[in-house]
């Protein structure tokens, strides 16, 4: 009977079943998500990056789309005003 209730005792084991399982398998459980959450930060980082190249591609096209536009704006003014005229014929193939 002395030998069962030494085994039970609580003071006589330092560790539980549960401090060893951590200690084995949690650490690298927390590594492994330290890991994943500096993956997902550097991942967010590139993305937002790519976001802002893109933005910044979109936002030069957008400009050039505005000096295009008003061009044509000022071509199509200038040729409503010029309807009543005609221009001369440069073709040069008369037989003089």
Known sequence: ME???STNDSSFASTNDNDVYYEVVGEAKEKSLEDKVV???????KQSEQIRQQSEQIRQQSEKMELQIGLILQYLQ???L?????LPNNDHDDNA
């Open 39 to 45: 993956q997902l930060m550097h991942n967010h980082e």
């Open 3 to 5: 030998e069962e209730t």
């Open 82 to 86: 010029m309807s009543g005229f005609t």
């Open 78 to 80: 200038l040729k409503s």
